[in-house]
């Protein structure tokens, strides 16, 4: 909005500074954080309010977490509020692949909306039908896709390799479209402990933030080897409100949290995740970046695997999170080297872009 006043009064004076993306990005986050902060304390005490007994707690999960009975859910809510208002701000509205993340982000955050309604409303953990779900998400994720591929080329890039891609065709609308909803739900399996899947999706939105930015740069992205996307720099301020939102959220889901981000926010981040790597062409960097995201569904899908087919299982629970637990780390402990294996998985992520 504030991009196209400034354009309208040919960027005359301090309106000069939002021609730069790099500037719309730092006020993007700091918008999304300073509403996140404010909107916060009233919003959770509604919550608390509405919802009574809170989220529901698994008698069959780990035990230390029967204290959390009572914390509020869908704070993710809070998320979807400061993230899209601080876009709606700062970003270039005529710009296509902001808009198919911002729908991403919005339709699988009402899905998680849903799921969570019907977990707190019946005080059952079970909520919506997981098929009714990946169905919609689907949905939301195919019309995304279209959206984004009809600006981008169909191939699918390699990291390490200078400029090669693998040439999908149509094939690479389902393609885009299994990368938003796997990462969506990646993201939701590893939302079971205070701040453990915020500080990731943070780190690996800002990590996202650069990837986007040098590739809607035509000389960064021939110099390091990288797809160029036109316009896809403006997606680095996408990743800035996640960032922004992620923060201001981590203030009140802080150990011991004041707030539980729910589906509402892990399913929304994560698709948006997924869809910004489609857009940016980086989706093999995302199973990088995002590896603990990728090891937590797959902990899950090996172990579903495994116990149908033997009666046994590999993890003393999953998702992994769950198995640290039950060896007896502490729940802080767990967390904050979880937070560490990211740090050091977008780093990991970033060489992709030089060592080619």
Request: charged share 15%; glycine share 10%.
């Amino acid at each position: 909005m504030l991009f196209l006043l400034a354009e309208w009064l040919n960027f005359e004076g301090v309106f000069n500074l939002v021609r730069y993306q790099t500037f719309r990005a730092g006020a993007t986050l700091m918008t999304a954080l300073v509403i996140g902060l404010l909107i916060g304390p009233r919003f959770i005490d509604m919550l608390r309010v509405r919802q009574g007994k809170g989220q529901p707690i698994r008698e069959d999960g780990p035990q230390t977490h029967l204290a959390k009975r009572g914390t509020p859910t869908m704070g993710g809510l809070m998320i979807l509020i400061s993230l899209t208002l601080a876009v709606l701000i700062w970003m270039d509205l005529r710009n296509p692949f902001i808009w198919a993340c911002l729908a991403v982000t919005l339709g699988f955050g009402l899905i998680g909306f849903l799921d969570d309604y019907d977990k707190v409303s019946k005080a059952s953990h079970k909520g919506v039908s997981g098929k009714v779900r990946l169905l919609l998400e689907f949905a939301v994720a195919g019309a995304a896709s279209y959206i984004v591929v009809s600006q981008i080329s169909t191939f699918v890039y390699v990291p390490f390799v200078n400029d090669f891609g693998v040439e999908l065709g149509w094939f690479y609308y389902a393609f885009a479209a299994i990368v938003i909803v796997g990462a969506g739900n990646a993201v939701n399996l590893t939302d079971g402990l205070d701040g453990l899947a915020t500080m990731p999706v943070i780190i690996a939105a800002g990590t996202f933030a650069l990837i986007a930015y040098l590739v809607g740069r035509v000389d960064y992205s021939e110099y390091l080897g990288i797809p160029y996307v036109e316009g896809a720099g403006e997606l680095a301020i996408f990743c800035a409100a996640i960032m922004g939102a992620g923060l201001a959220f981590l203030w009140f889901n802080a150990p011991p949290a004041a707030v539980f981000m729910g589906d509402t926010g892990s399913l929304a981040l994560g698709g948006a995740l997924g869809a910004i790597a489609v857009a940016t062409h980086h989706e093999v960097v995302l199973a990088i970046v995002g590896g603990l995201f990728v090891f937590e569904a797959l902990s899950v899908i090996i172990q579903v695997f495994w116990f149908k087919r033997t009666g046994k299982r590999v993890f003393r629970m999953a998702p992994i999170h769950h198995h640290f637990e039950q060896l007896g780390w502490s729940e802080s402990k767990v967390v904050i080297r979880f937070w560490i294996v990211s740090i050091i998985l977008a780093l990991m992520g970033l060489a992709t872009l030089k060592l080619r």
